[in-house]
């Protein structure tokens, strides 16, 4: 039997992605599985290897896209940022509905293989309030916050393209935006929670 359907989520730097997938990750902590990215970018202060990124060299990396262990890859904002089939398959062995945070040359990416997600994109009300929560989230220094705010303005262009996602979730009012998410997954979430059960 083929196991539940995954979950996109991309969407801007900054549109509440992490916010919106912990949430998830913490109500539904069974029915859920995060697909550990790699990545050659720095660790924030409390993010864990491992948990939250594969955190990796350039040069690790390279090696093992080389060897055909990634879905997908990308550069992102002066970083490489990859879906191993480790990690998608680490998820799926726990027959977990998984979870993929990826941009949108990833969802592009992964359009073009069999893994058949549901795709959503997650929007901040406008470019200055997504400016405001990446200020205040304090995570990027000024060069690395334009960088995201480019990528912002073209991610927000490309997702208009028709069907590119099964559903835009435009994050203004958080509860409002979850309770969009959960709706969307109610389906595979009742799917996984009766396969349990048999
Ligand atoms: N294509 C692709 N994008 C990824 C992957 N992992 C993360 N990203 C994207 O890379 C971008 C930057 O991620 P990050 O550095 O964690 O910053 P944040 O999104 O602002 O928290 C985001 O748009 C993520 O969705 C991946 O495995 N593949
Ligand atoms: N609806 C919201 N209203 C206000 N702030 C939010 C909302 N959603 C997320 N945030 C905050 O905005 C920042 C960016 O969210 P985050 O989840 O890190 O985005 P992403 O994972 O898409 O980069 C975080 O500091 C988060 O706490």
Redesign the pocket.
Known sequence: MQGPRPVV?S????????????KLLKDYENIFGFSVSHTTRQPRPGEVNGKDYHFVTREEMQKEIDAGEFIEHAEFSGNMYGTSKGAVQAVQAQNQICIL?IDIQGVKNIKRTDLNPIYIS?Q?PSID??EK??R????ETEESLLK?LTAARIDLELSKEPGLFDLVII???????YSELKEILLEEIKKTQESRKS
Do not use: C, Y
Request: aromatic share 0%; charged share 40%; glycine share 10%.
């Open positions: 989520l969407g801007p730097s900054g549109a509440g992605k992490s916010t919106l997938l912990k945070d997650v901040p309030i997504l929560r990446l205040d989230r304090k995570t995201r994050n203004d009012d958080l509860e409002k935006a």
